[in-house]
């Protein structure tokens, strides 16, 4: 059975756990990271040597980073709606991902910290107003796709919306004053109509 490693509450793993659950497959995961410890073990550096969530174990393969394991299980799986074959396509998913880790999570993590994660008397509140300007700014490149596709990689959900459909989770449930983005908060709300994103996303924010 596929493993996984790693807390529920954390984005990257989320991820990981969103992927198999919208393909259906029975895996066992196990605590680690946050509160949990267990990264800085000989065991699991040895599995990821960047002593980071998630890791996953399928059969004798280890595997980390969070974008390369939603890619690989949808493409081991045959989940062809979710990773398309057709080459253009697949770029066209692929694209929104990297753009998540390259340009969304800096500003994201920023913002995120200094509202929910860090004690009130550790957070800095403008580091949280630079993170939510470039969340914002950022959002609506994908609020302005949005207007013209249902998903953002098509009319199909694609592994497209997994990194960026577990942070507008964050995004839309923090308590802050968040700008119009309708596209965006459609397609939202189609994302928490599903089963398997209520399941793998949708816990409290810490």
Known sequence: MLQIWGRTNSSNV????????????????????????????????????NGLIPTIKDG???LWESHTIVRYLA??????TLYPTEL???????????????ALMEPFRDLFWNVVRLAPEQRNAD???????GTSRLLGIANAQLANTRFLAGNELTVADIPLGCIAYAWFNM????????????WYDQLAARPSFQKAVMVPLT
């Open 88 to 102: 253009g396509s697949r770029a066209q998913a692929e694209k929104w991902m990297d753009w998540v880790s390259a």
């Open 75 to 80: 493409a081991k799986h045959e989940a062809t």
């Open 175 to 186: 308590p802050i004053d968040r700008p119009e983005l309708p596209h965006l908060h459609a």
């Open 60 to 62: 004798d393969l280890i």
């Open 14 to 49: 989320k991820k990981v756990l969103w992927c198999a659950e919208e393909i259906g497959l029975p895996y066992n995961r196990i605590d680690a990271g946050g509160q949990f410890g267990g990264v800085d073990t000989p065991d699991y550096l040895a599995m990821n040597p």
């Open 127 to 133: 580091v949280a107003k630079k993170g939510f300007d």
